[in-house]
C-alpha cells in the first residue's frame, strides 16, 4: 500500500518551518509539526522522541537549531537520518548552511541514508532582521555585528520555503543540492540604508569586534559559537550570487527592497 502523502516538518514554527506548513496545508499534505509541543514530540536532545515522531511520515523537512556546523550536530543528523530510514520516510529536504565547512558533514549523513534527498543550503535570511536576530537592534536603530565590509546575497525565508515545498512534493529535485541567494550582495551598510528607507527613520550599521559581539551574545543567551560563525561565514566567501532559486522554482528570487517594504508595513519596526 502506498504510503499516505503526510510530511514531518522539523521546527516547523521557525522562520522557515512555519511557512513550509502552511505551503504545505494550502496544497492539501498532512503536516506534522516537529517541536517540543508537537504531537508527538519532537526534540533534538531527546532521542526517544525521533522514531515517534517520523513514523508513518512520507517526508521530512529537517532544520537543526542553533546551526548545523556546530560541534557534534553531523552525529545527530546521522542517527536521526538512520531513524528516518528506519521507520520508512522515503524523502528527506535538509536546510543547511552555504559556506560552512562544519555543515558538509550533516549533509553527508543525509546523502547517505539510503533514501531520496535535496539539501537547500542558504546563509543569510532577510527574515533576520524583523523576526530573530536583529529585531531588537533595527527598532533601536543600530545593527552590530562583526561583519567589517562584507557583502551578502540575502535570501528570503519565502523562497527558500517555497524551495523546500516543491523538493518535497514535485519530480526533478532528488539529489540536488541548490545554494540559494537574494538578486544582489549588499553590505550591512547597504542593508541599514534599505532598512531606513523602508521604515523612514534612521537606522545604521556599527561594525564590532568578534570579542564585543561575543558579549553582546552572552547578554542576549544565544550560544557563543555564533561568535566564530559568524566571522567565518562573513570572511568573503558567500560573496557571490547563485542560482538555485531560479534552478528550482524558474523565477527570480525576491529581492531585499521588497521584504524591507512588506516587513515594514507590518508595524514589526515601531
Known amino acids: 500500500m502506498e504510503k499516505?502523502?503526510?510530511?514531518?516538518?522539523?521546527?516547523?514554527?521557525?522562520?522557515?518551518?512555519?511557512?513550509?506548513?502552511?505551503?504545505?496545508?494550502?496544497?492539501?499534505?498532512?503536516?506534522?509539526?516537529?517541536?517540543?509541543?508537537?504531537?508527538?514530540?519532537?526534540d533534538w536532545e531527546d532521542r526517544t522522541t525521533w522514531a515517534p515522531a517520523v513514523r508513518g511520515m512520507k517526508a521530512a523537512y529537517v532544520t537543526y537549531y542553533p546551526d548545523l556546523a556546530f560541534p557534534g550536530v553531523s552525529d545527530i543528523i546521522a542517527d536521526f537520518s538512520a531513524v528516518a530510514a528506519a521507520?520508512?520516510?522515503?524523502?528527506?529536504?535538509?536546510?543547511?548552511?552555504?559556506?560552512?565547512?562544519?555543515?558538509?558533514?550533516s549533509e553527508r549523513a543525509v546523502q547517505d541514508s539510503g533514501v531520496r534527498w535535496t539539501i537547500v543550503r542558504c546563509n543569510?535570511?532577510?527574515?533576520?532582521?524583523?523576526?530573530?536576530?536583529?529585531?531588537?537592534?533595527?527598532?533601536?536603530?543600530?545593527?552590530?555585528?562583526?561583519?567589517?565590509?562584507?557583502?551578502?546575497?540575502?535570501?528570503?525565508?519565502?523562497?527558500?520555503?517555497?524551495?523546500?515545498?516543491?523538493s518535497l512534493l514535485e519530480d526533478g529535485h532528488d539529489g540536488q543540492v541548490y545554494e540559494l541567494s537574494g538578486p544582489r550582495l549588499l553590505s550591512f551598510e547597504d542593508v541599514a540604508e534599505e532598512l531606513s528607507g523602508a521604515t523612514g527613520r534612521r537606522v545604521v550599521y556599527q561594525p564590532v569586534s568578534p570579542e564585543e559581539y561575543g558579549e553582546m551574545l552572552e547578554k542576549e543567551g544565544l550560544p557563543q559559537d555564533f561568535v566564530e560563525l559568524f566571522t567565518v561565514i562573513l570572511d568573503g566567501r558567500n560573496a557571490s550570487l547563485t542560482d538555485g532559486v531560479t534552478r528550482a522554482l524558474g523565477r527570480p528570487p525576491r529581492d531585499f527592497k521588497d521584504y524591507a517594504a512588506a516587513a515594514a508595513a507590518t508595524g514589526v519596526w515601531e
Open 124 to 166: 543569510w535570511f532577510n527574515q533576520n532582521f524583523d523576526e530573530s536576530f536583529f529585531l531588537g537592534a533595527v527598532r533601536e536603530g543600530v545593527i552590530s555585528i562583526p561583519a567589517g565590509d562584507a557583502v551578502e546575497p540575502f535570501v528570503d525565508a519565502e523562497d527558500i520555503a517555497d524551495v523546500v515545498v516543491a
Open 87 to 105: 521507520e520508512g520516510v522515503e524523502k528527506l529536504v535538509l536546510l543547511s548552511g552555504r559556506g560552512e565547512e562544519g555543515a558538509l558533514a
Open 4 to 42: 499516505r502523502n503526510i510530511m514531518l516538518v522539523i521546527g516547523g514554527t521557525g522562520k522557515t518551518g512555519r511557512r513550509v506548513v502552511e505551503r504545505l496545508r494550502e496544497r492539501g499534505v498532512d503536516v506534522r509539526v516537529g517541536s517540543r509541543t508537537g504531537d508527538p514530540a519532537f
